[in-house]
Nanobody, 115 residues
Framework: QVQLVESGGGLVQAGGSLRLSCAAS????????MNWYRQAPGKQRELVAT???????NYADSVKGRFTISRDNAKSTVYLQMNSLKPEDTAVYYC?????????WGQGTQVTVSS
């Protein structure tokens, strides 16, 4: 069983920054990719950023140039550095692990950006 625990969310003013962390634990055998998703009230969950096992990254157009996904393999942790935050970035952010046919989710962390 794999557990993902997010942290680092909070309230920030527009233009500010936050860094989210996702710590993985448990029986981690082979990870294909780690993702950050977000879900705003009344909207569908959307993919924000991906980092593959090979280190390739990909971002949603809405966050390109502002968000950076990275990982620390020694700590089994993935990060999402969010800069130049906008009110439309307000959402619950979820960490997701893809391991073969399996998908794991964290409990989510709230990010609120005030104007």
């Amino acid at each position: 069983q794999v557990q993902l625990v997010e942290s680092g969310g909070g309230l920030v003013q527009a233009g500010g920054s936050l860094r989210l962390s996702c710590a993985a634990s448990g029986s981690i055998i082979s990870i294909n990719a780690m993702n950050w998703y977000r879900q705003a009230p009344g909207k569908q969950r959307e993919l924000v950023a991906t980092i593959t096992s090979g280190g390739s990254t990909n971002y949603a157009d809405s966050v390109k140039g502002r968000f950076t996904i990275s990982r620390d393999n020694a700590k089994s942790t993935v990060y999402l550095q969010m800069n130049s935050l906008k009110p439309e970035d307000t959402a619950v952010y979820y960490c997701n692990m893809v391991a073969g046919l399996l998908r794991y989710w964290g409990q989510g962390t709230q990010v609120t950006v005030s104007s």
